[in-house]
Nanobody
Framework: QVQLVESGGGLVQAGGSLRLSCAASGRPLSSYAMGWFRQAPGKEREFVAAINWSGSSTYYADSVKGRFTISRDNGKKMVYLQMNSLKPEDTAVYYC??????????????????????WGQGTQVTVSS
């Protein structure tokens, strides 16, 4: 069993930055791939970014590429999402999740929510124009 808790969300003006954190407890996090997803009101949950177990491979949605950076600290059981140049369309609840593909360089199906097995409760990010 893995428990995930996101933090760092809030209200920010367009062009600003936020850093989201995801803290894991329970089973060791270091072997799992991890992902960030988001869900805006009335929309489906969508992929934002993913990182493999070692941090050597990262993946981004086209809409955030060049603005967001995913990273991890396995020793601290933490995953981060640095969000820069935020836009109003980035407003959503952001979730981190574990992907049970362990010790792989590539993450197959990284965009698919069904590939992820544990989810946090989410943190709200609101970007004002």
């Amino acid at each position: 069993q893995v428990q995930l808790v996101e933090s760092g969300g809030g209200l920010v003006q367009a062009g600003g930055s936020l850093r989201l954190s995801c803290a894991a407890s329970g089973r060791p996090l270091s072997s799992y791939a991890m992902g960030w997803f988001r869900q805006a009101p009335g929309k489906e949950r969508e992929f934002v970014a993913a990182i493999n177990w070692s941090g050597s491979s990262t993946y981004y949605a086209d809409s955030v590429k060049g603005r967001f950076t995913i990273s991890r600290d396995n020793g601290k059981k933490m995953v981060y999402l640095q969000m820069n140049s935020l836009k109003p369309e980035d407003t959503a609840v952001y979730y981190c999740a574990t992907n049970p593909q362990t010790y792989t360089d590539r993450i197959y199906g990284y965009r698919e929510t069904a590939r992820y097995n544990y989810w946090g409760q989410g943190t709200q990010v609101t970007v004002s124009s």
